[in-house]
């Protein structure tokens, strides 16, 4: 049935459908949605109390479990213009919906305990794991055989690493990572939906130059039909675009973890079909960042007794040396356009 919705129509045509499908049914239906959650959600979101002192009273009372906007006119929209026959598709959408359950679970229970620590570490990372070795597994098994578990290095080094049986395990590390980073990130407003844009539209031109004959000349692999992919992320960005209207200061509603896990893994999940880990390491450098720091904060913490930071995650150390919420936030997002604009270089 949904096939039928894209018969015919060139990969170019069907991503602009999927973008402004998802950014308008996002736009029509967060409203309802967000009422809808603060009738269940009385209490909103539980903030940390060993957060910033601030957010207690500038956040309390918001709804968490915004991403399910987004998951759901993303994977609508997917269903309705991508080709969803192929194998990359359907990985998308199973890691979109079992890192979006997984994420909503967690987030029914923070609401229901009003506990900002519900489902246990140990557990969340297990079930990551588990679904990123499913996903890894077939990615690894649809890619052409002679590229399959190779690291490709771009520009300037163009180097093709050979991993072999450690490419698996090493791409389960790339999807968990990014699952958790993008998590992290997500906590002012407006921060995660932000950066998330500014990966998904740089990934969505990796895609579709991975699915050209002439990838090579942007020192990408071809990889047969990854083009599909392309679409898939345009309908992220009108997703996250729509989500982003609701999610800026103050905001109306928080991503939970329903959508910073999910995302995070999709976008993980994208640099492992297009071959192109090492460009996420660059424009996910935000991510990156908030993962070392709280690394670093724990390690330093266990070792010393002292911290490393003022808080982490790392936004919220540069909220306790006076910057304002906007402000931090808006410098993030430039940080993320200009480490983009770093990842275009090496395909040039």
């Known amino acids: 049935m949904f096939a039928l919705m894209n018969l015919g129509l060139s990969v170019e045509i069907r991503m602009l459908f ?3 499908s998802a950014l308008l049914l996002s736009l029509a239906c ?3 949605l967000i009422e809808y959650l603060h009738i269940k959600q009385k209490q909103g979101q539980p903030i940390r109390k060993d957060g910033p002192q601030s957010h207690l009273k500038t956040k309390k009372g918001t709804p968490t479990m915004g991403g399910l906007l987004i998951l759901g006119t993303a994977i609508f929209s997917v269903l309705l213009f991508a080709n969803i026959t192929y194998h990359f598709v359907w990985v ?11 994420g909503f679970v967690d987030d029914y229970w923070k ?11 140990g557990m969340k990372l297990f079930l990551q794991f588990l679904t990123a070795a499913v996903a890894a597994s077939i990615i690894t098994a649809a890619t052409p055989h002679s590229i399959n578990t190779v690291l490709n290095i771009p520009n300037p080094i163009n180097y093709m ?19 958790n980073g993008v998590n992290l990130s997500d906590g002012l407003d407006g921060l995660a939906s932000g950066l998330l844009i500014v990966a998904f539209v740089f990934f969505m031109a990796v895609a579709y130059l991975c699915g050209q004959p002439n990838a090579t000349d942007f020192h990408l692999l071809y990889i047969p039909r990854c083009s599909e992919i392309a679409v898939v992320c345009a309908a992220l960005i009108g997703s996250c675009l729509g989500f982003l209207y609701f999610n800026k200061p103050k905001a109306r509603v928080f991503m939970g973890d329903t959508g910073s896990l999910a995302l995070g893994a999709m976008l993980g999940a994208i640099a492992i079909m297009t071959k192109s880990e090492i460009l996420l390491a660059i424009v996910g450098g935000v991510f990156v960042m908030e993962t070392v720091s709280v690394m670093i904060q724990v390690a330093y913490f266990k070792k010393t007794g002292k911290r490393f930071f003022k808080m982490a995650p790392i936004h919220h150390h540069f909220e306790q040396l006076g910057w304002s919420e906007k402000k931090v936030v808006l410098s993030f997002w430039l940080t993320a ?3 983009a604009a770093i990842g275009t270089l090496t395909l040039i």
């Open 92 to 102: 998308s959408l199973l890691v979109l919906i079992v890192y979006g359950a997984t």
């Open 18 to 20: 999927a973008f402004a």
């Open 337 to 339: 356009l200009l480490l």
């Open 30 to 32: 967060g409203g309802p």
């Open 161 to 179: 690493l050979q991993l072999s049986w450690l490419y698996v395990p090493f791409a389960v590390i790339v999807m968990s990572g990014a699952s």
């Open 111 to 121: 609401v229901k305990r009003q506990n900002s620590n519900a489902m246990t570490a």
